[in-house]
């Protein structure tokens, strides 16, 4: 029997080994992603006018010459601006109010019992069903778009900050309080952190929403944004506009969930942070 | 009357919760300043509820619960709680952690800097500070968490199982730490555990909880290992198993007189 142990490869060339691999995993992913977006493009290109009608799915030599005007000629840029400001300020209002009686009612039990039947309630309507009393209420324009995204980011919000602060550990809020904490304390360092979770869960789940909100109120009864895009477009027969539109929004929709998912990523680091040792 | 040696005491006591019957009656209890009290018991004796009577999280039904010769009324911000469960706040760091109820008491940044590093060295987890709680072992939460239970100088500080979760080793070592660092504070401590080595290791003096229900102290022990004890060979030694013989003897008797009222 020997007495000395073989040496395993020394730990820094396994971590090279293991970038390496990784980043070579990256790669042949993106090129699936890459080829696939590319055969899905040069089918729709053959296919169209061939197999389908073109007025139905246009193809994609005029769909991106369009988009290509409205980015020069700026036309992208006002609608877009016009759907994120109204989708940012909605989120603000629904997610801020969210929060507040999410927090009040996940603390005081007798008021969550009245109140919380009656939101869930409210919450199983079809909140785009809304948009014609919205319209009565606010009339068409922006204010629409921003009613129309904060009532849907104000329940996944309150939802998510309701269970979040009454989830939290009774042993915590104890300990802290033994500790010398004021109630203050127990908000501020256990509760609200402990929802934290949760709200940034409803908050990846908000801004999309919103964006869709705001859309769905432009095409509706909007005067610009992406959304009026749309259904301008498809009112006009003008399908090659209609899939620019829509392709805007695909683009947006992921940069926008990417955003999220990077914001999000250092408040919640702790969650990762699972025994290391 | 309440001597003046005595930090918490507890005379004549009934609790129990809800409608229920009491889980426990007619308990009589003090801890003197600077001892190592255990309450030794089967699961689900009463002796967990003990330790919240003093956190002041519970109220008695019957009786006096007094620390530092004052009822209790609402928490008591006098004691250290370490609980079974892992109360670290897993979004701060360690060292954060520590420090908490430092902050929470005002106390200046110099100090809490101070005294925080003072518990890291002593409590060796110095290379540890910055590391969320997800990021320790086992036995580092556990010191992290003595760490914090002592910081503040409670008074009194109350151990629920805390090292019930742990492996045979690393619970010989927080035994060590343990006794090591309350007998150097002069710190109070009333412990909970259901393991009699653990409890003949570690204390001055152990009760025995069990009878009933409703059920109380049912025998008292005063360990003669004295103040300084090497807890490396005392368990190997004939004096040690004597005694663990005691209070197995005292366990079996309690819960013997399961059922029969105590």
């Not at chain 1, 319209?135 to 309150?158: K, N």
């Not at chain 1, 269970?163 to 609200?192: T, W």
């Not at chain 2, 060292?95 to 908490?100: E, P, R, S, V, W």
């Amino acid at each position: 029997m020997t007495d000395t142990l073989v040496e395993s490869r020394p730990i820094e060339q396994r971590r090279v080994a293991l970038r390496r691999t990784a980043r070579r995993h990256r790669v042949t992913v993106l090129g699936v992603q890459v080829l696939v977006i590319a055969a899905v493009l040069v089918a729709w290109e053959l296919l169209s006018g061939r197999v389908v009608q073109e007025l139905l799915v246009s193809r994609p030599s005029d769909v991106f010459p369009t988009l290509w005007g409205w980015v020069t000629d700026g036309t992208l840029l006002q609608n877009a601006a016009v759907t994120f400001r109204t989708a940012g300020i909605g989120l603000l209002c629904g997610g801020v109010l969210g929060i507040l009686v999410g927090v009040v009612l996940g603390q005081a039990k007798t008021l969550a019992e009245i109140f919380e039947p009656m939101i869930t309630a409210l919450y199983t309507m079809p909140k785009h069903a809304l948009i014609p009393l919205f319209i009565m209420w606010v009339g068409i324009g922006s204010a629409l778009g921003v009613v129309t995204a904060a009532v849907i980011v104000f329940f996944l919000v309150f939802f998510n900050t309701f269970f979040g602060i009454r989830e939290v550990r009774p042993s915590l809020v104890n300990s802290v309080r033994i500790m010398g904490g004021s109630e203050i304390d127990v908000m501020l360092r256990v509760r609200l952190p402990s929802a934290l979770i949760w709200v940034v869960a409803a908050l990846k789940l908000a801004v999309p929403q919103a964006v869709v909100g705001v859309v769905v109120a432009e095409m509706l009864a909007g005067d610009s944004g992406l959304g009026y895009l749309v259904a301008r477009n498809a009112g006009l027969f003008n399908s090659a506009g209609t899939f620019a539109a829509l392709i805007v929004l695909l683009i947006a929709g992921f940069l926008i969930d990417r955003l999220m998912s990077w914001v999000t990523r250092k408040p919640l680091e702790w969650k990762n942070s699972n025994s290391a040792m | 009357m309440t001597g003046q040696g005595t930090i918490f005491e507890v005379r004549d006591l009934a609790i129990g919760f809800g409608e229920r019957d009491d889980i426990l009656r007619g308990v009589d209890l003090t801890i003197a300043r600077g001892e190592f009290l255990t309450l030794l018991g089967p699961s689900g004796c009463g002796k967990t509820t003990i330790l919240n009577l003093a956190a002041g999280l519970l109220r008695p039904r019957a009786g006096h619960v007094r620390f530092a010769g004052e009822p209790i009324n609402g928490v008591n911000r006098n004691v250290g709680y370490m609980t079974q469960d892992d109360t670290l706040l897993p979004w701060q760091t360690v060292q954060a952690n520590i420090g908490l109820p430092l902050r929470m008491r005002k106390v200046g940044k110099a100090e809490v800097a101070s005294r925080v590093g003072r518990y890291l060295e002593m409590l060796d987890l110095g290379h540890a500070a910055n590391l969320l709680p997800g990021q320790l072992s086992g036995g580092m939460r556990r010191r992290a968490l003595l760490a914090r239970s002592m910081i503040y100088e409670p008074k009194l500080l109350l151990m629920d199982e805390p090292f019930a979760a742990l492996d045979a080793q690393m619970r010989h070592q927080m035994h060590i730490e343990l006794r090591d660092t309350v007998k150097r504070a002069g710190q109070t401590v009333m412990f909970v555990t259901h393991d009699i080595t653990e409890a003949a290791k570690i204390s001055d003096r152990v009760l025995i909880v069990g009878g009933g229900p409703p059920g109380g102290i049912v025998a008292e022990y005063r360990l003669p290992f004295g103040e300084e004890r090497d807890l490396d060979t005392l368990r190997f030694t004939d004096e040690f198993a004597r005694v663990e013989q005691q209070l197995n003897r005292g366990l079996l008797d309690a819960r013997s007189r399961k059922g029969n009222g105590s």
